[in-house]
């Protein structure tokens, strides 16, 4: 069983507050990762990490940063959010030298 | 860019009934997996396939890997409520540094 973590589980905020989505995990994973998906569509990364001090844009352009200051944690934030950035965001893990990745449960978030 | 394409696109079925779910790319993939998301949650990995021909069985569940690696399946035997949901093929391709490709995933639903 993956022990990875999301706060909060829901979000709703109005337009120009600035959050942070939070993701841990404690399985010592080196890869992290975060993806965008609209309820019943397709996953989209938007950032991915392979180590501390590690970060990197992915295939769907997004206005959120990452940091990863430590290995098991890998926060998103949204310096002003909007309507168009209500969506799923899932965190995820993985080892080095497997593909496998493991999911956090996700954090709902609606920006009015 | 590698594409996976899953089909059906959406599949009810009713309980008892047998069903496969097709995952195929014209790209080789070094692993696949599989993962079922439910509703407000992240995916659950179900299985990783490694090697061209593999079949793997998971209760009623059996995920075949194509010999070419670039195809697979999943097979359900006696369909049960709950296993509707979201399931997504996700694909390791080499020189992807461990990224996943995912598909658009099929929506099953089993009716009681």
């Known amino acids: 069983e993956a022990d990875i973590y999301q706060t909060p589980r829901y979000l709703v905020i109005g337009t120009g507050k600035k959050i942070t989505l939070e993701c841990s995990q404690t399985m010592g994973h080196d890869k992290m990762y975060w993806y965008q998906q609209d309820p019943g569509m397709e996953l989209h990364l938007i950032h991915y990490?392979?180590?501390?001090?590690?970060?990197e844009k992915g295939d769907l352009s997004s206005e959120s940063t990452v940091s990863r200051i430590r290995t098991e944690h890998f926060p998103l934030t949204l310096e002003s959010a909007r309507p168009s950035h209500t969506s799923q965001y899932l965190c995820a893990s993985s080892v080095s030298s497997q593909g496998t990745q493991y999911f956090g449960p996700g954090t709902r978030l609606l920006v009015l | 860019t590698q594409l996976l394409e899953q089909s059906p696109q959406f599949l009810s079925i009713q309980e008892g009934e047998n069903l496969t779910v097709y995952c195929n790319s014209s790209s080789v993939f070094s692993s696949l997996q599989w993962y079922r998301q439910e509703p407000g949650e992240g995916p659950v990995l179900l299985v990783t396939?490694?090697?061209?021909?593999e079949v793997k069985k998971l209760k009623r569940l059996t995920f075949q890997f194509g010999d070419a690696r670039k195809d697979s399946s999943l097979h359900i035997t006696a369909a049960q409520p709950g296993d509707t949901g979201l399931y997504l093929c996700a694909g390791v391709s080499r020189g992807s540094n461990y990224k996943l490709t995912f598909g658009k995933g099929t929506l099953l639903t089993v009716n009681p």
């Open positions: 990490s392979y180590g501390v001090n590690s970060t």
């Open positions: 396939v490694v090697t061209g021909g």
